[in-house]
């Protein structure tokens, strides 16, 4: 029997793939540093379990709305009029099962057979196999020192081109991007009448007084081609509990609400009170978080500039370093690398050729100070050996 050419195209996600192993190798007693992990260490805060906790003991457990409960888009719609600046009304907002689903439900609406999506690289490993799913062709485009260069991505545009995928603050590679780059994207796509699709998942986690913006509120021109999707899992520390959400004009946003009702139905009950739960809480308890990720940043980055090239990242929680100068003789290529360090060093990190940047490493921070200090030691140790 033979399995979809859909299906056979795609590959299994290198990150949850990669923490499956670590897992595996924790559980039989190794002393393993996680330098891969894509979700803050942090516990959901109280006031998201509790709700969560309550809505449960409540009997919230019911089939919901297929968009989302009405009292969270309302508050979401709300949330992002005020801190993004993107005029958005309840009618506009989906929640999904995090922002995966949401970015699955973009592609299968937008894209037919051949529809190309412009991907800047370094990329999020899931971007080009969502859209891949969809039928839609992934065209990469170079980033310069990890910032969208708009002339390339003018030269990529063809009369395949459907969208553009923009990531800030970025996975892999912590980069914001600025206001004049997301501008001119807008202006682009606005003037080839092509959809740009937003990735904010990082949007509470940027440095060094960086601001987070969201392209859709630099322009109300920009409105009616602008997807946002968002999650509460980075910034809110809810990474298990699977809920995101879309910021879509009405006309994509029916369809996308089609599908969604036939792939899933509602998000789970319970969990979109905890949602709630988190849009209402005292911002402090957040910005403590952030606060402590801006101390690990000024930890990690020097250990980490140390031995590899390095660009500083100003959001989320991710080192990307140049390795090329450890890679030939010793080491094949990155992928190389990381295997050694995990089997060596016992430190797992993730390989750049993962979001199409081979030579480099993804090094997680989302970790406690004294492990980055060990984990980092360990790395330098086994590089001099």
Same mark, same amino acid.
């Given at each position: 029997?033979?399995?979809?050419?859909?299906?056979?195209?795609?590959?299994?996600?290198?990150?949850?793939?990669?923490?499956?192993?670590?897992?595996?190798?924790?559980?039989?007693?190794?002393?393993?540093?996680?330098?891969?992990?894509?979700?803050?260490?942090?516990?959901?805060?109280?006031?998201?379990?509790?709700?969560?906790?309550?809505?449960?003991?409540?009997?919230?457990?019911?089939?919901?709305?297929?968009?989302?409960?009405?009292?969270?888009?309302?508050?979401?719609?709300?949330?992002?009029?005020?801190?993004?600046?993107?005029?958005?009304?309840?009618?506009?907002?989906?929640? =999904?099962?995090?922002?995966?689903?949401?970015?699955?439900?973009?592609?299968? =609406?937008?894209?037919?057979?051949?529809?190309?999506?412009?991907?800047?690289?370094?990329?999020?490993?899931?971007?080009?196999?969502?859209?891949?799913?969809?039928?839609?062709?992934?065209?990469?485009?170079?980033?310069?020192?990890?910032?969208?260069?708009?002339?390339?991505?003018?030269?990529?545009?063809?009369?395949?081109?459907?969208?553009?995928?923009?990531?800030?603050?970025?996975?892999?590679?912590?980069?914001?991007?600025?206001?004049?780059?997301?501008?001119?994207?807008?202006?682009? =796509?606005?003037?080839?009448?092509?959809?740009?699709?937003?990735?904010?998942?990082?949007?509470?986690?940027?440095?060094?007084?960086?601001?987070?913006?969201?392209?859709?509120?630099?322009?109300?021109?920009?409105?009616?081609?602008?997807?946002?999707?968002?999650?509460?899992?980075?910034?809110?520390?809810?990474?298990?509990?699977?809920?995101?959400?879309?910021?879509?004009?009405?006309?994509?946003?029916?369809?996308?609400?089609?599908?969604?009702?036939?792939?899933?139905?509602?998000?789970?009950?319970?969990?979109?009170?905890?949602?709630?739960?988190?849009?209402?809480?005292?911002?402090?308890?957040?910005?403590?978080?952030?606060?402590?990720?801006?101390?690990?940043?000024?930890?990690?980055?020097?250990?980490?500039?140390?031995?590899?090239?390095?660009?500083?990242?100003?959001?989320?929680?991710?080192?990307?370093?140049?390795?090329?100068?450890?890679?030939?003789?010793?080491?094949?290529?990155?992928?190389?690398?990381?295997?050694?360090?995990?089997?060596?060093?016992?430190?797992?990190?993730?390989?750049?050729?993962?979001?199409?940047?081979?030579?480099?490493?993804?090094?997680?921070?989302?970790?406690?100070?004294?492990?980055?200090?060990?984990?980092?030691?360990?790395?330098?140790?086994?590089?001099?050996?």
């Amino acid at each position: 029997m033979t399995l979809s050419d859909r299906i056979l195209q795609i590959s299994e996600s290198n990150t949850t793939r990669l923490m499956g192993i670590v897992n595996q190798l924790k559980a039989e007693g190794k002393q393993i540093v996680s330098f891969n992990a894509g979700e803050p260490d942090f516990d959901a805060p109280e006031p998201i379990t509790a709700a969560t906790i309550k809505a449960l003991q409540e009997g919230k457990t019911k089939y919901g709305a297929v968009p989302g409960e009405p009292w969270l888009r309302a508050a979401i719609a709300e949330k992002v009029t005020k801190e993004n600046g993107i005029p958005a009304k309840p009618e506009n907002v989906l929640v =999904a099962n995090g922002s995966k689903q949401v970015l699955y439900n973009v592609f299968q =609406a937008l894209c037919n057979p051949g529809d190309e999506v412009i991907v800047f690289k370094p990329y999020w490993v899931t971007f080009p196999e969502g859209i891949r799913l969809a039928g839609g062709v992934p065209v990469f485009v170079d980033t310069v020192e990890h910032q969208p260069d708009i002339n390339l991505i003018r030269e990529a545009i063809t009369p395949k081109t459907k969208a553009i995928l923009v990531n800030s603050p970025n996975n892999p590679t912590g980069a914001v991007y600025s206001r004049e780059a997301l501008f001119e994207i807008g202006k682009l =796509a606005v003037e080839k009448q092509i959809y740009v699709i937003s990735d904010e998942a990082y949007e509470g986690l940027v440095y060094d007084g960086e601001k987070h913006i969201s392209l859709a509120s630099l322009d109300p021109s920009f409105e009616p081609w602008v997807l946002t999707t968002q999650t509460f899992s980075k910034s809110y520390c809810m990474t298990g509990f699977r809920v995101g959400y879309l910021i879509a004009p009405k006309d994509v946003f029916k369809s996308i609400n089609n599908l969604h009702s036939h792939l899933t139905g509602n998000v789970c009950t319970f969990a979109q009170y905890g949602a709630l739960a988190a849009l209402e809480m005292d911002p402090a308890i957040m910005q403590s978080m952030q606060e402590t990720f801006q101390r690990r940043l000024d930890l990690a980055y020097p250990l980490c500039a140390e031995l590899f090239d390095t660009v500083k990242p100003k959001g989320a929680f991710y080192l990307f370093p140049n390795v090329e100068k450890y890679l030939g003789d010793q080491f094949k290529d990155d992928d190389a690398l990381t295997e050694y360090l995990l089997q060596e060093a016992q430190v797992a990190v993730v390989s750049g050729s993962s979001f199409g940047a081979p030579g480099h490493l993804r090094i997680s921070f989302s970790t406690g100070e004294e492990a980055i200090k060990e984990g980092f030691a360990r790395i330098k140790a086994a590089l001099q050996k």
